[in-house]
Structure formats: structure tokens, C-alpha cells
């Protein structure tokens, strides 16, 4: 069952510098110096749309009359839940669940697909109508897919083994000389090699299952993943580990998650209008608060 958190609304206040999602509609790139909010973020993106224009009869789906939702294998906790994104459970698979709902599909007309991560961002043509896995808005990733609304904001964290001396770094600066590791291509990486800038090149991980194996095994000192999954790794999968800090906030690695369609997608309008109505009345920010755990108490890594 998930660790229910006791306010989460920071997550989605006005106050965090939104540096890494677009104002700009879905499917334009956004520019390297882009600061909003996220509030105005999910004013300026499309919000207009008729999202019953996208419906089962609409011939807008890669498969007619089937909406197509894609995840990565496995569907990591606290985002999905029992490996399950069909579930409507954990915060991702809440969010599939309630976007389809918006776009009013049943679950006989909802099919949901394994694609790998890295594939789901490569340009070109999708068997999948969105995907959902964490995936970060960022301008170079605009040049290859389109990207929903933001449906949540997230720091990164370090993890490490208790025995491990990098357990006790209290600020970034002096993980800089251990040995660190991230899934490749994330947004983690990216704030290892800009914000961290180790003396030692960073390991990479084709997904977060062989990093906490390296991590295990001492092949790493430290894993830098989003603090809701380091919070999950740490309660329930290694329990020997603990959360050495967060990244501070707002920052350049702040990340804003949102859905992936394919480039110029005609699905994308409606995606995004549907994203915007569950920030509007409260429902975003209401499975948050069930599935997430708090991250006030992870220390900040200045």
C-alpha cells in the first residue's frame, strides 16, 4: 500500500520556477531560458481544446476506436502499482486512469503496451498514443516528440547504502568524489554531470532495477533518482539504504513530468486539456496525496 503523505501541495504551487517545461504549446520547442510557473504552465498550454473531439469515433487514436497507453517494463512503484499500469493505481497509473476517462474511452476501448523508455522518446512514428513513465519536459526532447501539460513537479535524490561513507554527504560538492551511477538518458544523469560534476564519470543503467543491483553489489557508492522512487527504494526494496538528500528547489534539474504523444500528434490538444482540468479541480494534486510520499523530511543538498 502506498505511504500517504501530509501535504503535497508544494508539488503543484505557484511558487516553483517551472525551468524545464515550455509555455509554448505542445509540439513547439522550448526555449533553454524558458522560466514560468507551474500554474501559468498549465494556463498557456493548450487549454481550449475539445477533449470529446478526441474520443472513440474521433479517427485520431494509431489504432481506431483503441486508445493506446504506453509504460516501460516493469512499471515501477510508487508511479504503478504490482507492476500493473492497467490498474488505475499507483500516481501514474491514477493519472492513465483519469485521462482516459476525460477523453471518454472504457476499458474496452483501452489497450496498454510495454515500450522501452528510451524508445518511447526517439522520434518518429508511435504504435502507442501516450506514454507515461516519468518522462521529463525538456526543449531537446520537444525536437522529437510532443509533451502534454505538466501533471508533476519533482527533485532528484541521491540514495546510498548505510555502510557507505557517501551516506553522510551533506551537500553536493562532496559526492563529487565517489563513484555515482543514474539510469541513461534521465534527467538524473543530467543532474549528476551539470549539478554535481563527479571526478569520476558517472555509471550508467539501463533502467533503475540494474542500477540498485550496482549499487548493491559496491559498484556505485550513491544512485541519483527522482525522490518519490528514492523514498520507495529506500522503504521497501533496500532497506540497507537510506536518502543522503535532495536536490534543492527550484533548481536546474527541477523536472515537470509529462505525457509523450508522437510529434504533431492529434491527439496531443486534447491530452493536455484533459491534464489541465484534473490540475483545475483538485485531482491531480489529490492522488499525489495518496500515492507519494511526503518529501519535506528529505534533507537539501546545498
Not at 500493473?84 to 501514474?92: I, K, V
Not at 527504494?233 to 532497506?239: F, G
Not at 491534464?275 to 500515492?291: I, K, N, R
Request: charged fraction near 15%; hydrophobic fraction near 40%.
Amino acid at each position: 500500500m502506498p505511504r500517504r503523505c501530509a501535504a503535497v501541495t508544494a508539488i503543484f504551487a505557484s511558487s516553483i520556477l517551472l525551468g524545464s517545461c515550455s509555455s509554448e504549446p505542445a509540439g513547439t520547442t522550448a526555449g533553454a531560458d524558458t522560466t514560468t510557473t507551474i500554474t501559468e504552465a498549465f494556463t498557456k498550454l493548450p487549454s481550449t481544446a475539445a477533449i470529446g473531439t478526441c474520443g472513440p469515433l474521433s479517427g485520431t487514436t494509431a489504432r481506431d476506436g483503441v486508445l493506446t497507453v504506453a509504460t516501460d517494463s516493469p512499471a515501477y512503484e510508487p508511479w504503478f502499482h504490482d507492476n500493473d499500469p492497467s490498474n488505475g493505481q499507483g500516481f501514474e497509473g491514477a493519472v492513465a486512469r483519469a485521462v482516459i476517462e476525460k477523453l471518454g474511452y472504457n476499458s474496452d476501448q483501452v489497450t496498454f503496451t510495454s515500450v522501452g523508455w528510451g524508445d518511447a522518446l526517439k522520434p518518429g512514428s508511435k504504435d502507442f498514443d501516450f506514454a507515461l513513465d516519468q518522462f521529463t519536459i525538456s526543449g531537446d526532447r520537444r525536437d522529437a516528440v510532443d509533451f502534454s501539460s505538466p501533471y508533476y513537479a519533482v527533485a532528484q535524490s541521491v540514495i546510498a547504502l548505510q555502510s557507505n561513507s557517501a551516506s553522510q554527504a551533506t551537500d553536493l560538492a562532496s559526492l563529487a568524489t565517489y563513484r555515482l551511477g543514474a539510469q541513461a538518458g534521465s534527467t538524473s544523469l543530467l543532474a549528476i554531470t551539470d549539478t554535481i560534476t563527479p571526478k569520476t564519470p558517472p555509471r550508467t543503467y539501463a533502467n533503475n532495477t540494474d542500477a540498485k543491483a550496482a549499487l548493491v553489489a559496491g559498484e556505485i557508492d550513491a544512485l541519483v533518482v527522482d525522490i518519490p522512487t528514492g523514498f520507495h527504494i529506500t522503504e521497501t526494496e533496500l532497506p540497507q539504504s537510506v536518502i543522503v538528500g535532495q536536490f534543492p528547489r527550484p533548481n536546474a534539474v527541477t523536472e515537470f513530468f509529462g505525457l509523450v504523444l508522437e510529434k504533431n500528434s492529434p491527439l496531443t490538444a486534447c491530452v493536455s486539456a484533459a491534464v489541465d482540468s484534473l490540475y483545475a479541480d483538485g485531482t491531480l494534486e489529490a492522488m499525489a496525496t495518496e500515492w507519494i510520499t511526503d518529501t519535506a523530511d528529505a534533507p537539501i543538498l546545498d
